[in-house]
């Protein structure tokens, strides 16, 4: 197993019902390694809409404990107060980031665990049980780490150069990641594996975050800037690609960083497989297509003014998606816990996400 110190756990519950969560700041990788502690709701919102933490099953196991967090000031109001304060809490937290389905899947699931047992437990008794929720989210990724790249790293042939975008690994999920726990355990059956890591616009996640993290577990890795893709790719360096998800509709069109539609693009026009790794929580059924899926727009300073710098003239018009849609007909398969959907249908999907 490719492990890592408990201190480079990317979030972590300390205590018991008036504990907090800690957390990487992931913003102030690589050069940095600084831990954030989040006592109250606040600083988990600013945490997740700033990136500090950031991935969408991170996203959602932060969000399970940001909930507790905010409950924690009514735990000895009435029945009435603590379910108001919920859905407040909720709402609020949901605010932070749009497209990342995990934080509302999340959040749901512990207020349907407060509503079933609101008339038989005391609003304490209730704060435990979310926080005992919480911590079975946080469990369950573990586990769903594991089994993603145990599904779909027999997708992957040795001495393959595999294309990843963005940061899907350990730093975006509570263990192996999503796209990276695919390489990691190719690796660990004895495959080599090299990666070539885009650098990911305008945040840098995958020159920051993803090259940092490969290299921690000692897992080769070249970062490329994201318009060498096509050279890579048309050299022969690459024979897979695997990204991770923010959410995938009904019929397998897929949300992730902006950038991963054009390299699903590029990987077909020179027939290399292109995959997608996500847990069944980052599925939504409830959106027919990738047309429907809200996608966030951020600071045009991002752009303008990256890390400080300003590399734009003054007063220039930015469009800056966060996210871009990539459809089911440019994607080999998706990789989840329950294994691999291929072809990528709705009625596969379907099938398996509601198993």
Known sequence: MIALPEDLATLRWIGGVDGYLDLIDQTRLPTEFVRVVCRDVET??????????????????????????????????????????????????????????????????????????????????????????????????????????????????????????CNAGALATADYGTALAVIYTAVESGKKVHVYADE?????????????????????????????????????????????????????????????????????????PFYVAAPTSTFDLAIASGEAIPIEQRDPREITHGFGRQTAPDGVSVYNPAFDVTPARLIKALICERGVIQPVTAERIAAVVSA
């Open 200 to 272: 990911t616009r305008p945040l840098l996640q995958g020159a920051r975050l993803t090259a940092w993290e490969l290299q921690q577990r000692g897992v080769p890795v070249t970062l490329i800037c994201d318009n060498m893709a096509a050279q890579v790719m048309r050299e022969g360096r690459v024979q897979a690609v695997v990204v991770g998800a923010d959410r995938i509709a009904a019929n397998g069109d897929v949300a992730n960083k902006i950038g991963t539609y054009g390299l699903a693009v590029l990987a077909a026009a020179h027939d290399i």
């Open 44 to 165: 988990v919102w600013e945490a997740i809409k700033s990136l500090r933490v950031r991935g969408a099953p991170a996203i959602g196991v932060a969000a399970a404990y940001g909930v507790c967090l905010g409950l924690q000031p009514v735990a000895s109001a009435t029945p009435e107060a603590f379910l108001e304060r919920l859905d407040y809490v909720i709402d609020y937290l949901g605010s932070s980031r749009p497209t990342a389905v995990n934080l509302f899947w999340a959040m749901e699931r512990l207020r349907r665990v407060a509503q079933k047992r609101s008339g038989r437990r005391s609003p304490g008794a209730l704060l435990a049980d979310l926080l005992a929720e919480a911590r079975l989210i946080h469990e369950e990724d573990r586990q769903m780490c594991r089994a993603i790249g145990e599904h779909g790293a027999a997708l992957l042939a040795d001495g393959q150069g595999v294309l990843t975008h």
